[in-house]
């Protein structure tokens, strides 16, 4: 079996950012399959389209969706399970009471059975050269939003072959 798999878990850092965290999560492995994987750049593909119809659009007006909004951020919420050391992602689900704007998402996983994470895709936004700037890894937000949430991984999929991820402790969900 193909699967993703993410080892730079320990001690609860992701990306540089230090989580609330006095010890490392049970786990050290998140597994993604690779048909997963695929499910995820799918929705990204989806969520992002024409993203370049905003090149003559300033910044702001991007980041305000206020104008000609093309593509939005997904919501996901994350079914799986710990086993020994490794936490396994089994399934994907649409978040509930979905709520997608060009930057920002919300929604909730409150009924995901063997809860685990959420997932969310960050899309390009158009440079004032036309060129796609990507919003890599998670941001100061995400981690925020997460720490205070019942999560015990969030991923961001910021490009079609590109995700990064975070995790805590289970006694810290």
């Known amino acids: 079996m193909r699967a993703l798999l993410v080892t730079s878990l320990v001690a609860g850092v992701a990306l540089g950012v230090a989580l609330p965290t006095a010890s490392p999560p049970p786990f050290s492995?998140?597994?993604?399959?690779?048909?997963?994987?695929?499910?995820?750049?799918?929705?990204w593909i989806q969520n992002n389209r024409h993203w370049d119809e905003l090149a003559g659009q300033n910044t702001l007006t991007q980041l305000l969706g206020t104008g000609?909004?093309?593509q939005r951020e997904y919501l996901g919420c994350l079914a799986g399970e710990?086993?020994?050391?490794?936490?396994?992602?089994?399934?994907?689900?649409?978040?509930?009471?979905?709520?997608?704007?060009q930057f920002a998402v919300a929604g909730?996983?409150?009924?995901?059975?063997?809860?685990?994470?959420?997932w969310h895709t960050h899309p390009?936004?158009?440079?004032?050269?036309?060129?796609?700037?990507?919003?890599r890894g998670l941001s100061a937000l995400d981690l925020e939003t997460f720490a205070?949430?019942?999560?015990?991984?969030t991923v961001v999929v910021w490009d079609v072959d590109?995700?990064?991820?975070?995790?805590k402790r289970p006694d810290e969900a």
């Open 29 to 43: 492995v998140v597994v993604l399959p690779a048909g997963l994987r695929g499910m995820m750049s799918a929705v």
């Open 68 to 70: 000609k909004p093309t």
């Open 82 to 101: 710990i086993v020994n050391d490794t936490l396994w992602v089994r399934e994907l689900l649409s978040a509930a009471d979905l709520k997608q704007l």
């Open 108 to 118: 909730n996983c409150d009924r995901v059975d063997r809860f685990v994470g959420t």
């Open 124 to 135: 390009y936004r158009a440079g004032p050269d036309g060129r796609a700037l990507k919003e």
């Open 148 to 153: 205070a949430a019942r999560d015990l991984v």
């Open 162 to 167: 590109s995700l990064d991820v975070a995790a």
